[in-house]
T-cell receptor, first 111, second 111 residues
Framework: DADVTQTPRNRITKTGKRIMLECSQT?????MYWYRQDPGLGLRLIYY???????NKGEISDGYSVSRQAQAKFSLSLESAIPNQTALYFC??????????FGAGSRLTVL | GENVEQHPSTLSVQEGDSAVIKCTYS??????FPWYKQELGKGPQLIID?????GEKKDQRIAVTLNKTAKHFSLHITETQPEDSAVYFC??????????FGAGTRLFVKA
């Protein structure tokens, strides 16, 4: 089993729909992250969490929300999806100095 | 906040040649300097990292060098092979664990 699992891997939706991307980890670490990847823009931090009661905004949190349901689960929601949120989304788990282990990614297309 | 720049954005080398990618950062408090490799269709994966009390670290064909005074660190790949073709990201951070990534460098190794 993968250390960091993201679901769904691919999703096509329509403008205005609510979308949830889920992330679970088996590494037992406290730090979890959501990043967005667009071509030529690298990885931009959306939200991060250092434990179940801790949620922090990243560089581009507008239009997104998160929930840390348990140490192992960190979900990202788009309350009302818009086309410019079409991107590849990555969940990551942090350990040590800040070594990040990434999931395989969730490709979201908003029509 | 941290401002991170990577150069070049694209690099094409002949198999067997060396490749160097440079990362410049703005936060003088940064103390952890990793490089990630992202292959097509996968999440980024840590390939080498260095702490601020070390100037250079080597792992087989890859090395990282750090110049804290000038606030930059570089990834060196020697004897490049086709499987080195990927996108490489730097992600300097300090103890707060809020990791910001550079925009990435796409490396092409021509056989």
């Amino acid at each position: 089993d993968a250390d960091v699992t993201q679901t769904p891997r691919n999703r096509i939706t329509k403008t205005g729909k609510r979308i949830m991307l889920e992330c679970s980890q088996t590494k037992g670490h406290d730090r979890m992250y959501w990043y967005r990847q667009d071509p030529g823009l690298g990885l931009r931090l959306i939200y991060y969490s250092f434990d179940v009661k801790d949620i922090n905004k990243g560089e581009i949190s507008d239009g997104y929300s998160v929930s840390r349901q348990a140490q192992a689960k960190f979900s990202l929601s788009l309350e009302s999806a818009i086309p410019n949120q079409t991107a590849l989304y990555f969940c990551a788990v942090g350990s040590g100095a800040n070594v990040l282990t990434f999931g395989a990614g969730s490709r979201l297309t908003v029509l | 906040g941290e401002n991170v720049e990577q150069h070049p954005s694209t690099l094409s080398v002949q198999e067997g040649d060396s490749a160097v990618i440079k990362c410049t950062y703005s936060d003088s408090a940064s103390n952890y300097f990793p490089w990630y490799k992202q292959e097509l269709g996968k999440g980024p994966q840590l390939i080498i990292d260095i702490r601020s009390n070390v100037g250079e670290k080597k792992d087989q064909r890859i090395a990282v060098t750090l110049n804290k005074t000038a606030k930059h660190f570089s990834l060196h790949i020697t004897e490049t092979q086709p499987e080195d073709s990927a996108v490489y990201f730097c992600a300097p951070s300090q103890g707060g664990f809020k990791t910001i990534f550079g925009a990435g460098t796409r490396l092409f190794v021509k056989a």
